[in-house]
């Protein structure tokens, strides 16, 4: 059965546990995520229990209380490191604050891997296991610059992005659309300083629907002719989608693209909600990683990126020439939540 407990800065923990107490031989490996209902995360802890189970390890879960809590996570760190973990994978909040935190865990001993957010630098943590979120970004910029053909020239782009800090996975998502776009991105690691004419603003959606539903608003009233909507994820996405329905724009006249590739997203993919979403494996990411770490053996890096690359596929049913992707139907029978 699964156990939730709270830790002090709102963490919960999630303990596999059975009717005898896990033997006390085993080593303990965590794994902690921004929050736990995201289903990106539960699928990361799906793929952390098989492996526990697999491996014969004790498996602590731990999440924040919301997405950008990193005191909550640095608890988490603490409560691993105090418990004689052997080491942990974790989604960082805070690319940059929590590092100091992670130096902690290391010098103590624990091996450290980090999932689908890099740290900020990046070689803070042992290992990083991560989509190209540069490269899902320009899948999604490509096609959306094909798609329009000629008028991509006159487009009116909205940008629905994740949090005012932003962290590895905001900027490299953001940065790849405009790059796959066509875009004179300026500082390739922040977004913010453009000066292209088709950009209409970024606004902060928390990565949730109902964040979405008010960057897409606050968006309309500065460019009502928007007809280029990127989103950070596809529950931002969502949100976005009914701004636009309550505007009378829900007609195809604008177009969404997003990344993630959850089940929910690929089935807005085939219902036209979304045009296209770069599809991630979260699954993958964390078995790897809790394996790595029980195992003493690091993933292969790739010295030009910094990570190991676990992949992104463009899902869509409208392919544009010179973007390689797969159909919905392929994409539901990959996708998680």
């Not at 001993?109 to 943590?125: E, F, K, N």
């Not at 008010?214 to 989608?241: F, H, K, S």
Request: aromatic share 4%.
């Amino acid at each position: 059965m699964l156990k939730t407990l709270l830790l002090s800065g709102g963490v919960t923990l999630a303990l596999l546990s059975g009717a005898a107490a896990v033997a006390q031989d085993k080593p303990i490996i965590g794994l902690i995520t921004k929050t736990e209902g995201n289903p990106f995360f539960v699928k990361m802890r799906e793929g952390a229990e098989e492996k526990a189970a697999e491996l014969g390890f004790e498996l602590r879960a731990l999440a924040g209380a919301f997405d950008g809590d990193n005191e909550g996570q640095i608890a988490a760190i603490e409560s691993l490191i105090a418990a004689g973990a052997k080491g942990f994978a974790i989604v960082p909040s805070d690319s940059s604050a929590i590092v100091p935190t992670i130096q902690s865990a290391r010098d103590a001993g624990l091996v450290v891997i980090v999932l689908d957010t890099p740290l900020d630098p990046i070689d803070a943590a042992d290992a990083t296991l991560a989509t190209d979120n540069r490269k899902a970004g320009q899948l999604i910029g490509a096609w959306a610059k094909g798609t329009l053909g000629d008028a991509a020239a006159n487009a009116k782009i909205a940008f629905l992005d994740l949090a005012t800090n932003q962290p590895t996975v905001d900027y490299l998502r953001d940065q790849g659309f405009m790059e796959g776009f066509g875009i004179d991105v300026k500082d390739p690691n922040r977004y913010g300083d453009e000066d292209d004419p088709r950009i209409c603003g970024h606004e902060m959606t928390a990565g949730s629907e109902e964040g979405g539903v008010t960057a897409m608003e606050t968006l309309l009233q500065r460019c009502p002719d928007i007809n280029v909507v990127y989103t950070i994820n596809e529950p931002a996405a969502a949100g976005g989608y009914q701004a636009l329905q309550a505007a009378g724009k829900a007609d195809g006249s604008v177009l969404i693209v997003s990344i993630d590739g959850g089940c929910p997203g690929v089935e807005n993919v085939k219902a036209g909600v979304i045009g296209a979403t770069s599809q991630q494996y979260p699954h993958l990411m964390a078995s790897m990683a809790l394996e790595a770490i029980h195992s003493g053996t690091l993933p292969e890096i790739d010295p030009a990126v910094g990570f190991l690359d676990t992949g992104a596929t463009l899902i869509t049913d409208n392919p544009v020439e010179g973007v390689p992707s797969i159909t919905t139907e392929e994409g539901l029978a990959l996708c998680w939540g």
